[in-house]
């Protein structure tokens, strides 16, 4: 079974404090890694597509790794306007299923 | 293009009740699926579409839930029989291939069952 755990489930920083979220993976086979941010209220909002250990994805003040076991997302100096949840999900390459597993996601709050 | 249109964006109703919710995904994306999402969880795969034909559906869904696409462009979700454990947001979303993961959000239709 597709397991995706997420740490810390919640954190605070002040603008301009740089920190990284965690998303580690169990999965069969990795097809991609998925980078989703949500405000309160609103549907998910697409961020990054990573395939493969050792990619990396940046955009703006946000930048996604991964490893064969876990994927980062790197905030650097961030602003209130980033505070949101991020979720982080794997699609399976085995069976050709078409669903994401999403982990809980990390709320970010970003003080100003 | 407006994005992903969700409707109703609140439904109340009494456990018993069947509900429906409508999607309209972005027009040229030939995928859509269904996510149901609960407070403080991700959100959780339903089923999905590719064109009209419903490819995929997740074991955990009853028997009281179906979905349409006719003709392949919006789509219904229905529960029948509403319990009180179906009060959830659920979250429409399309893509257009080979980008599967890519997915488009919309805004959610929140259920609330009394």
């Known amino acids: 079974e597709d397991q995706v755990t997420q740490s810390p489930e919640a954190l605070r920083l002040q603008e301009g404090e740089s920190s990284s979220l965690n998303c580690s993976y169990t999965v069969s086979g990795l097809r991609g890694l998925f980078w989703y941010r949500q405000d309160p209220g609103k549907g998910p909002e697409f961020l990054f597509t990573l395939y493969s250990a050792g990619e990396e994805k940046e955009k703006e003040r946000l930048k996604a790794t991964l490893t064969k076991k876990e994927s980062f997302l790197h905030i650097t100096a961030p602003k209130p306007e980033d505070s949101a949840t991020y979720l982080c999900a794997v699609q399976e390459s085995q069976g050709g299923s078409e669903k994401l597993v999403f982990g809980k996601g990390t709320k970010l709050t970003v003080n100003p | 293009d407006t994005g992903v249109s969700q409707n109703p964006r609140h439904k109340i109703t009494k456990r018993g009740q069947n509900v429906t919710f409508r999607c309209d995904p972005i027009?040229?994306?030939?995928?859509l699926y269904w996510y149901r999402q609960t407070l403080g969880q991700g959100p959780e795969f339903l089923t999905y579409f590719q064109n009209e034909a419903q490819l995929e559906k997740s074991r955990l869904l009853s028997d009281r839930f179906s979905a349409e696409r006719p003709k392949g462009s919006f789509s219904t979700l229905e529960i029948q029989r509403t319990e009180q454990g179906d009060s959830a947001m659920y979250l429409c979303?399309?893509?257009?291939?080979?980008?599967?993961?890519?997915?488009?959000f919309g805004e959610g239709s929140r259920l609330t069952v009394l």
């Open positions: 979303a399309s893509s257009q291939s080979p980008h599967t993961g890519e997915l488009f």
């Open positions: 027009s040229e994306h030939n995928r």
